[in-house]
């Protein structure tokens, strides 16, 4: 467990929100049901997943998009952020009409999977990142044509290295400046790396961080903020620049909303986030 942190927050909080994947379950079973309790916590503010899946028909791509825009609606919710199918080759429009029905300015690339043509193990190698960089790049500038930032999102296996350069750096290195980051402090923390370091050294294009905690092993439960081996504080304030608190749990043995409502209040309460 973590010490109790002596980092002083930032003298501009961030704005909460939550990654839906975290009430996956439940959102499955009762979507509209599921949305109301998440505004009943708090927040005011959601990063859904799965926006323009390129397994759905073009027309199914929006009227899900549509669909869950709805909800959030009628929670008085928004969407700024969304992880995303990548807006590239025939499915490009309908993923991006999929994105501005949503409402989100701000659509990630979560995992190399949403990109056509990759897999989890392409930064394996040192041609496959560059080739990922490359239709990362492409991908970003069709979401700027309709005025959408791309940001992309990591997990722990971007942290193979070929000689003293990490995949991630080469990704970084050869990707358009203009697709930012939201960095997931948890599985760079699980990936070993100085995570405020490595925050501070990407500086501006650091837009977002994912908050969570536990053991930091790929395939153990995650707990509350405060709870496990991740310093948030100090991840929080190497990233002044990053709106975006966005809180995640990927798997948890508790009660999902209950910690997730935890760990909001105990940032609310330190002064490193906000709700608006």
């Not at 979560?110 to 040192?126: L, Q």
Request: net charge negative.
């Amino acid at each position: 467990m973590t010490q109790p942190s002596t980092v002083q927050p930032s003298t501009t909080p961030g704005t909460l929100s939550v990654q839906l994947y975290t009430f996956r379950d439940a959102y499955a079973a009762d979507p509209a049901g599921t949305i109301a309790r998440i505004a009943e916590l708090g927040f005011r503010y959601i990063e859904p997943f799965g926006i323009g899946n390129h397994g759905l028909r073009n027309a199914d791509k929006v009227s899900r998009a549509q669909e869950l825009r709805a909800l959030l609606d009628a929670h008085g919710l928004k969407a700024p952020t969304a992880h995303t199918a990548a807006p590239m080759g025939e499915n490009a429009e309908a993923v991006l009409d999929a994105i501005g029905a949503l409402g989100a300015t701000l659509p990630v690339i979560s995992w190399p999977g949403e990109v056509p043509g990759f897999e989890r193990d392409v930064m394996d190698t040192k041609d496959g990142t560059e080739r990922f960089a490359d239709a990362l790049s492409e991908a970003s500038r069709h979401a700027q044509s309709r005025g959408l930032s791309l940001g992309y999102h990591n997990h722990w296996w971007e942290w193979s290295w070929f000689g003293d350069q990490s995949a991630y750096d080469l990704l970084l290195s050869r990707l358009d400046p203009a697709v930012f980051l939201e960095i997931d402090t948890y599985w760079a923390h699980t990936a070993g790396q100085d995570m405020p370091a490595l925050i501070r050294r990407l500086g501006e294009r650091v837009r977002a961080l994912h908050l969570k905690d536990g053991p930091a092993t790929p395939d153990a439960d995650q707990t509350p903020l405060g709870t496990g081996t991740v310093d948030y504080a100090a991840a929080i304030a190497a990233a002044p620049q990053a709106r975006w608190h966005i809180l995640e749990m990927d798997r948890t043995a508790g009660d999902v909303f209950a910690e997730v409502g935890q760990s909001a209040q105990k940032l609310i309460q330190e002064g490193r986030s906000t709700w608006e």
